[in-house]
């Protein structure tokens, strides 16, 4: 479907929920990003700058009973899919009203209330729990769906093809959403493959796949929105690729050196925000009022998150076992 198609289907009030999505994304990030220099979001934190439009066109479309496991890049998603912003900050920050009472931290964001049912470190690792919560629906007989979010590093790994195989053969509700940024860590996709696009590595499985512009949300959103459709009458997998960028280093701190200057450059050209805002303005989804509203909204919702981290306490020692392993709250 050309970019074009996919805005007819995406109505003024949807273009200005995408529009909201990214913008608390970003500006979440961008404090978070300040928080990790002055010391207070401890560990290693990966931001998702330039990579929103994937997590608002994706989440925004699911519901809330639906599946969703992401991994160490995993702050948009879990903003889109509607984790308060304040404790999702608790949670980087360390603190007992974090979304995981503080002791998961920025690689660890869960929200089962609004259906993030993980994220891991572990690259990859999160494709076989999403399966097993696909397999669970097709048990139980219902109409969500399993969602995971993984970078083109994670292809490379082994389980990564165990899942596809499985995935495949038990025909499994689950839409595969690889966010191919180019990069694993340090390392450029053609010094660590000789197959560029992620949908021609499972070629031989027969599966519905697509590769999109990842920085263009109306197309994720259209392709994304035509994947869950199927996957909502139990039919699956399928396997999403958004072509997009990351902005910042691999963490927060990488001098980033591997890349030139350039390309950063044009990447920052098609920031998906810009283009949306383009769009938006051209085709008269919204006006100018209102794009300075999101992001001005974004920044105050971050701000007074900020702000209700800083005034939650650390948790107190005698919580370090609980919730160690999984219990009915
Ligand atoms: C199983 C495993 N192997 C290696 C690592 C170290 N590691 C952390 S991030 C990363 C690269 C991930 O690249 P990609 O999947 O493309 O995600 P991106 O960082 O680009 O979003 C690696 C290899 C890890 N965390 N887990
Ligand atoms: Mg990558």
Redesign the pocket.
């Known amino acids: 479907m050309t970019t074009d198609a996919a805005s007819s289907i995406i109505d003024a009030p949807v273009a200005f929920s995408l529009l909201r999505t990214m913008w608390r994304i970003r500006a979440f990030e961008e404090r978070v990003s300040e928080l990790v220099a002055t010391g207070e979001v401890p560990g290693l934190v990966h931001l998702s700058i330039g990579q929103e439009g994937v997590a608002a066109a994706v989440c925004g479309q699911l519901r809330h009973d639906d599946a969703v496991y992401t991994g160490h890049r995993g702050h948009g998603h879990a903003l889109a899919m509607g984790a308060p912003l304040d404790r999702a900050m608790a949670e980087l920050m360390g603190r007992a009203d974090g979304l995981c009472h503080g002791k998961g931290g920025s690689m660890h964001l869960v929200d089962v209330a609004h259906g993030l049912l993980g994220a891991t470190g572990v690259v990859g690792g999160n494709i076989p729990l999403a399966l097993g919560a696909a397999l669970a629906v097709r048990l139980r007989g219902g109409d969500q769906v399993a969602v995971v979010f993984f970078?083109?590093?994670a292809v490379q790994a082994g389980h990564f093809n165990e899942s596809i195989n499985l995935a495949t053969l038990w025909e499994l509700p689950a839409i595969l959403v690889c966010?191919?940024?180019?990069?694993?860590e340090f390392t450029p996709?053609s010094a660590h493959t000789k197959v560029e696009r992620v949908s021609d590595v499972v070629a031989p499985y027969d599966l519905a796949s697509e590769t999109v512009d990842g920085n263009d949300v109306f197309a994720v959103y259209a392709a994304f929105g035509r994947f869950l459709a199927r996957a909502r009458q139990g039919r699956g997998p399928m396997l999403l690729e958004c072509l997009t960028y990351?902005l910042r280093g691999h963490y927060e701190g990488d001098p980033a050196r591997y890349r030139q200057a350039l390309e950063v450059a044009e990447w920052q050209a098609r920031d998906p925000i810009l283009r949306l805002e383009r769009r938006g303005l051209e085709q008269g989804l919204f006006g100018q009022a209102e794009v300075a509203a999101a992001e001005r909204e974004a920044r105050e919702a971050v701000e007074a998150a900020v702000q209700f981290a800083r005034q939650s306490p650390f948790p107190a020692r005698d919580q370090l076992f609980v919730h160690t392993y999984a219990e009915q709250e």
């Not at 966010?179 to 694993?184: D, P, R, T, V």
Request: proline share 0%; net charge neutral.
């Open positions: 970078g083109d590093g966010e191919n940024n180019g990069f694993a996709r990351r």
